[in-house]
């Protein structure tokens, strides 16, 4: 038997190689519809496959701290993910609304710092007209649309149960809202790297590398569990038939969770 992290990082690139396959299929076929649910999937998978290659990069160097801010930001992506397309009837209604708040977000940003982004972005004022434009009509096209729904998504602790499946709700809990702690540099995550009594840093925090949740057994696998969503949701929203494939390797992947409590 080999080591366990192996055998899961082995069967992460197969993952990996899969979805790269999948989204070539996808490049391949003809007269695509178009949709803001096809344009949302498509950058959940194309930004998963990237984040997913420097997750495995940061495991093989056990740098574990922070391959768990890839995955606290993973997550999210699997909770939007999960928000948007579990009700089919909803997903280009939530697909709107995703492009409009991350355009809005950006307008709100280029204007509370406009002076600044001058300095190394001369034509930036010409960028925050069109955002302008650009958010003023889509949320008048969504009211035309959707008359009397806010264009506004609910915030990402509702988006997790709103969908009504249970593990994401525990995911928020356990990996969202745990790793904030590692994103925020809380002190409840920081004391794990000082010594209290002679208030000075530790050179090994063995509170992180002894700690289960912050095994990169653990990590590799609750992030496959993102991925596979994302990938099965891209299959289903181009009706690409990858499916058989696709469940084939996620037996695997349930079968690897033994593989956790080995040392």
Same mark, same amino acid.
């Given at each position: 038997m080999g080591d366990p992290l192996d055998e899961l990082i082995n069967t992460s690139y197969e993952l990996l190689r899969l979805s790269k396959e999948?989204?070539?299929?996808?490049r391949l076929k003809k007269n695509? &519809? %178009?949709?803001?649910s096809r344009l949302i999937i498509s950058? $959940?998978?194309r930004r998963a496959q990237e984040t997913f290659e420097a997750f495995l990069v940061l495991l093989r160097q056990h740098c574990v701290v922070d391959a768990s801010l890839l995955l606290r930001s993973f997550a999210e992506v699997g %909770?939007? /993910?999960?928000? %948007?397309? @579990?009700?089919?009837k909803e997903k280009e209604k939530r697909s709107l609304q995703y492009i409009i708040e991350g355009d809005d977000a950006q307008r709100r940003l280029i204007a509370s710092n406009i002076e600044a982004f001058k300095e190394f972005d001369p034509a930036i004022e010409s960028r925050s007209r069109q955002l302008k434009e650009s958010v003023r009509q889509a949320k008048d096209d969504f009211e035309k649309n959707f008359p009397g729904v806010s264009s506004s998504l609910p915030p990402i602790n #509702? &988006?997790? /149960? #709103?969908?009504?499946?249970?593990?994401?709700?525990?995911? @928020?809990? #356990?990996?969202y809202r745990f790793y904030s702690n590692v994103e925020h540099a809380?002190? $409840? $995550?920081? &004391?794990? @790297?000082?010594?209290?009594?002679?208030?000075?840093?530790?050179?090994?925090p063995k509170d992180i590398t002894e700690s289960p949740l912050f095994d990169p057994k653990v990590l590799l696998f609750l992030f496959r569990i993102i991925y596979f969503e994302i990938l099965k949701a891209f299959n289903n929203e181009y009706k690409l038939n990858w499916e058989k494939k696709i469940f084939e390797l996620y037996k695997r992947h349930e079968s690897e969770y033994s593989l956790l409590k080995k040392r």
């Open positions: 999948v989204m070539h299929s996808c695509k &519809r %178009i949709s803001a950058f $959940f998978l %909770i939007n /993910t999960a928000y %948007i397309f @579990y009700e089919e #509702q &988006r997790a /149960t #709103q969908t009504g499946i249970n593990i994401l709700d525990s995911f @928020y809990n #356990q990996v809380s002190m $409840f $995550f920081g &004391r794990n @790297y000082v010594d209290e009594k002679k208030c000075e840093p530790l050179e090994n």
